[in-house]
């Protein structure tokens, strides 16, 4: 076996331009298909981060109205739908998997905030309980949170952060400023911001939309206690939860779910649950999207790889011409047709297992390349690389098998008398 392979780089060596030409499809094929599935697995992993964030691991349950979140900024309460009880809060709190829970309310903030004379353009307004901040895994940069008093006595205090800053204060501190929500006087009292933030990566504006929007304009937190004085009455809540790892959060999220529409009594006839939002299947369905289109390349990638798979059956057939006479020599001293056809076979699987690894190189680089001229984010697959070099030598045993039988099947006399 050593011998071969000894005898393959020799021979491969000795042809050097006529081996690199017959590697080129195979190096062009591998090099694409590395650079689309790492393309494929970088996109994939910017859509599961953009969505499920920074290990945050938070699940929303929300209350929805014909498959749609309420907003009751144009609906109506249900009849029937009531506050969520202190008891559900619990026994959401002691299901298996579940670190924290909140309950929050919120609006759309556009045209309802301002200081001075400057309006927040969007953004939320939202009424949290005393556990919404652990639960979301904010943190306050300056200031102060929200105390037992300012829950208790539904102070009119604010929490903001650092988009709404920036929008409203330009460049001023917030601290002890007032702000008009609803035309209610409300004073700054902190500011936070995201313990483990991460930076999404908007690519177009349909990422904007999809991702960043809801957000990107910047929220304001009120405590859940000021709500009825900013809006007239209590309104349903929505529930936060804090799984303990990425993988439980689809789990927690239906149990939370099944509980909460347990004690639902809408008594108007409307088509109201709760349900909770599943980032990971649905990151999974805009993955699987992406990897529709990115199939078809990796499909016409695969063909330069039939076409190298050609070229090397052709110059191996070409090789056992040139080599008739060596091989009548070998075989009348005794080789048999399994040491023919183990020579060649092996020379044709180093052939292309170089072109593979070559391929697997530039595709690497060509990854880099493209990630740096349009910012698509890639990210290489080793198991992708060790396919890839695997099936570039299953490529040479199948064409090379043609050749290399033809080899061992030659009659000693006849390849002794060839010129």
Do not use: C
């Not at 599935?37 to 349950?61: F, H």
């Not at 088509?271 to 599943?278: L, P, S």
């Not at 289109?293 to 090789?319: E, Q, R």
């Amino acid at each position: 076996m050593l011998e071969n392979i000894r005898l393959s780089f020799r021979g491969i060596w000795s042809h050097k331009m006529r081996s690199f030409l017959t590697m080129l499809g195979i190096i062009i094929g591998i090099a694409a298909i590395i650079a689309i599935v790492s393309t494929i697995q970088g996109t994939n992993e910017q859509i599961e981060k953009n969505l499920i964030g920074s290990g945050s691991n938070n699940v929303k349950v929300t209350l929805q109205k014909d498959g749609y979140d309420m907003d009751l900024s144009y609906d109506s309460a249900p009849a029937g739908v009531t506050e969520v009880a202190a008891a559900t809060l619990d026994s959401i709190k002691e299901l298996d998997h579940v670190e924290n829970a909140a309950l929050y309310r919120t609006r759309q903030a556009y045209n309802a905030v301002y200081y001075l004379n400057t309006a927040l353009s969007g953004g939320n307004i939202t009424g949290v309980d005393d556990g919404y901040f652990d639960t979301a895994s904010y943190v306050v940069m300056k200031g102060r949170g929200f105390s037992k008093n300012d829950y208790a006595k539904a102070r009119r205090v604010a929490l903001i952060d650092e988009s709404v800053e920036s929008s409203l204060f330009s460049g001023e501190s917030a601290l002890g400023k007032t702000v008009e929500i609803q035309g209610y006087p409300f004073t700054v009292v902190g500011v936070v911001t995201e313990k483990d933030s991460y930076d999404l990566v908007i690519n177009s504006m349909d990422d904007y939309y999809m991702y960043a929007y809801d957000d990107s304009q910047g929220n304001v937190f009120v405590p859940s206690g000021t709500w009825p004085v900013i809006f007239g009455y209590d309104e349903p809540q929505n529930l936060l939860l804090k799984a303990d790892s990425t993988d439980t959060m689809a789990t927690v999220g239906k149990a939370a779910e099944e509980i909460l529409n347990s004690n639902l009594n809408v008594t108007d006839g409307s088509d109201v649950t709760y349900k909770a939002q599943d980032l990971q299947e649905q990151a999974k369905q805009i993955q699987q999207l992406s990897q529709s289109t990115n199939m078809m390349l990796i499909w016409i990638a695969g063909i330069s790889l039939l076409v190298g798979g050609i070229g090397v059956m052709n110059i191996m057939l070409v090789s056992v011409t040139e080599r008739t006479s060596e091989i009548g020599l070998k075989k009348a001293i005794g080789a048999g047709k399994g040491a023919i056809l183990g020579q060649f076979l092996t020379e044709a699987v180093v052939l292309t297992s170089l072109g593979g690894l070559a391929g697997v190189l530039v595709g690497v680089i060509l990854s880099k390349v493209i990630s740096m001229l349009n910012g698509t984010p890639t990210a290489i697959s080793p198991a992708a690389a060790i396919l890839a070099v695997l099936f570039s030598m299953a490529i040479g045993i199948i064409f090379g098998m043609l050749p290399s039988y033809k080899a061992a099947n030659l009659n000693p006399i006849d390849a002794l008398r060839h010129e």
